[in-house]
């Protein structure tokens, strides 16, 4: 079954402790983004990469990392969270960087005290 | 960073009924996508949207692309109560950024 899927789905954690949150696509795409959802704005682009190596910012970047060592992975780092990162965090992926559709990973809900 | 303009933001309806939601932007677009999101899950596609004009259906489901590419409409036909949910558009830009650009959602609550 083609998915993106995202780990883990729920994590609590405390401010300045790093974390990644590990995204994975099985469809071979070469276009991965991390998106963030807080009320009432909508899902913002935190990071992108268009392929291996290749990663670009966002709308939102400040505070992440991500690296894109693997086709089908895209790991999304907070090297030392905080409050204001308490949010719903969703992986998505799409064949190529031209108007593919794309398709979304279930979420991480992440809370920082 | 850009988003759509997607209305209305909520709406209650009862079963049976037929909804209609849109999405406008100042900025053209050459594919449109909508999603629906169920509470606690991603957004999951349910229609995709490519040429300016283009009408596109999805068993009660029916995208319209708008023509002058700044917009889309979205309709429910016989609204169920498990069409509750958040619907987002998302359209592409075409300036090369290779990015979506999301609606903040319209919210449909369905009474049954």
């Known amino acids: 079954e083609a998915q993106v899927t995202q780990n883990p789905r729920y994590l609590i954690t405390v401010t300045g402790k790093k974390l990644t949150v590990t995204c994975s696509q099985n469809?071979?795409?070469?276009?991965m983004s991390w998106y963030r959802q807080d009320p009432g704005l909508g899902l913002r682009q935190i990071y992108y990469?268009?392929?291996?190596?290749?990663?670009d910012k966002g709308d939102v970047p400040e505070g992440y990392k991500v690296s894109r060592k693997e086709k089908r992975n895209f790991p999304l780092i907070l090297e030392s969270p905080s409050p204001n990162q308490t949010s719903l965090y969703f992986c998505?992926?799409?064949?190529?960087?031209?108007?593919?559709?794309?398709?979304f990973g279930p979420g991480t809900r992440l809370t920082v005290l | 960073g850009q988003q759509l303009n997607q209305s209305p933001q909520s709406m209650f309806i009862q079963e049976g009924e037929d909804v209609s939601m849109n999405c406008t932007s100042s900025?053209?677009?050459?594919?449109w996508l909508w999603y629906k999101q169920d509470p606690g899950e991603g957004p999951v596609l349910l229609i995709a949207?490519?040429?300016?004009?283009e009408l596109t259906s999805n068993g009660r489901l029916t995208a319209q692309f708008g023509i002058t590419r700044k917009d889309s409409f979205l309709n429910i036909s016989a609204s169920i109560p498990s069409d509750v949910g958040i619907y987002f558009c998302?359209?592409?830009?075409?300036?090369?950024?290779?990015?979506?650009?999301f609606g903040t959602g319209t919210r449909l609550k369905v009474l049954a």
């Open positions: 469809m071979n795409h070469e276009y």
């Open positions: 990469s268009m392929n291996v190596e290749v990663t």
């Open positions: 998505a992926s799409r064949r190529g960087f031209s108007t593919d559709t794309q398709y």
């Open positions: 900025s053209i677009f050459n594919t």
């Open positions: 998302a359209g592409y830009l075409t300036s090369g950024t290779y990015k979506y650009i």
């Open positions: 949207l490519y040429k300016a004009g």
